[in-house]
């Protein structure tokens, strides 16, 4: 797997832990860089620890799944893309997120195992393709950390206008990758 895809996977996946962060950056708690550094680092640690199960789970049966692998990509990234752009248009996952902003350390992980839950569908949909899965863990936590951190300290200039298209662009990378990947496995079948 090239670096760039697993780049644009990881944008892809931390998209939605920008726009969380965007909206709880609205609510001005974490002004300060080492503030907004703790909670990106939750984040960022999350999806990766995330990705990693998927993944690890998805090997440990991948006997299993060879004959349908690239189906199983594609419907998972496709759900999870869908999910995201669905969230963003509803407003349900913005909602969630200011009623756990409320809700102190329980709040905070609440929302950071939320929007990590799509990251262990990736990583079973990563178990189908060769890559270097510490590799794309640590790109995934980075980018992910990275990106939450900016969410939460720009949010309280920004997060009202772009948290939902982070989350329809994220969601619309993942859907792509998840036809890539379906296209690379059964154009040559």
Same mark, same amino acid.
């Given at each position: ?56 789970? @998805?090997?440990?049966? /991948?006997?299993? =799944?060879? $004959? !349908? &692998?690239? #189906? ?5 990234? %496709? +759900? *999870? ?39 262990? @569908?990736?990583?079973? /949909?990563?178990? =189908?393709? $060769? !890559? &270097?899965? #510490? ?5 995934? %936590? +980075? *980018? ?46």
């Amino acid at each position: 797997m090239s670096f760039y895809a697993v780049v644009t996977i990881a944008f892809g996946l931390s998209a939605d832990a920008f726009a969380v962060s965007l909206g709880r950056g609205a609510s001005g708690r974490f002004r300060t860089l080492l503030a907004a550094a703790r909670m990106g680092l939750m984040f960022g640690a999350s999806e990766a620890t995330m990705a990693l199960l998927g993944y690890l789970l @998805a090997a440990r049966f /991948a006997d299993y =799944v060879t $004959e !349908a &692998d690239h #189906w199983m990509a594609l419907l998972l990234l %496709g +759900a *999870v893309g869908g999910h995201m752009i669905y969230e963003a248009v509803s407003g349900e996952d913005e909602a969630e997120a200011v009623r756990s902003a409320k809700r102190g350390i329980l709040g905070n992980i609440a929302t950071v195992v939320g929007t990590s839950i799509d990251a262990a @569908a990736v990583g079973v /949909a990563l178990s =189908v393709v $060769e !890559a &270097d899965i #510490w590799h794309v863990v640590a790109v995934i %936590g +980075a *980018v992910s950390f990275s990106m939450s951190t900016l969410g939460l300290l720009i949010g309280p200039r920004v997060g009202r206008f772009l948290g939902p298209w982070a989350e329809v662009a994220g969601g619309l990378v993942l859907i792509a990758i998840g036809v890539y990947i379906f296209y690379t496995h059964t154009a040559g079948a």
